[in-house]
């Protein structure tokens, strides 16, 4: 489950990156905050469908919620003994914790156990770039803490 974003910024941040730093980052063209990733989906599903996770969305209205940058990491893995790189943009989100929190009370009411599913283990990531192969959400959303390469000052 992802929350879709405002393309352009994420634009912006890719084409500074890319003159910093002297690459050519690949892009879907679209921007979303991975909330529910495939990792997570994978245990939820057993209890719950989509639709219950959507509906809960719609009632907590999850795609009206202000988005705090925080920094633009890098996050780096070895495929096929090549160096691949996908940067991202570290946010913050206190009411999609929220909202985890209260798939996981829905999941719990299905018939899941309180251990089956970590809510609080997420580290909310926009894709702005990547090397090839890309890194899938999934790569991204299971790393606890992202190393910032650059903070982000937002002028006022």
Request: charged residues 25%; glycine residues 2%.
């Amino acid at each position: 489950f992802a929350v879709p974003l405002a393309h352009p910024p994420i634009t912006t941040l890719r084409e500074e990156i890319n003159k910093l730093r002297r690459l050519t980052l690949q892009h879907k063209n679209e921007a979303h905050l991975t909330v529910i990733g495939v990792n997570d989906w994978r245990v939820l599903k057993q209890r719950l469908i989509m639709d219950e996770v959507e509906k809960l969305a719609i009632k907590n209205k999850v795609l009206h919620f202000p988005v705090q940058a925080l920094c633009l990491a890098q996050v780096q893995t070895v495929i096929k003994d090549k160096q691949n790189s996908t940067w991202v943009l570290s946010v913050e989100v206190p009411q999609l914790r929220q909202f985890r929190r209260d798939v996981w009370r829905l999941y719990m009411t299905k018939g899941g156990q309180a251990e089956d599913w970590d809510w609080e283990t997420w580290s909310p990531a926009v894709v702005v770039g990547f090397t090839s192969p890309v890194l899938f959400d999934e790569d991204v959303a299971e790393r606890e803490t992202f190393v910032c390469e650059y903070r982000i000052k937002l002028k006022s």
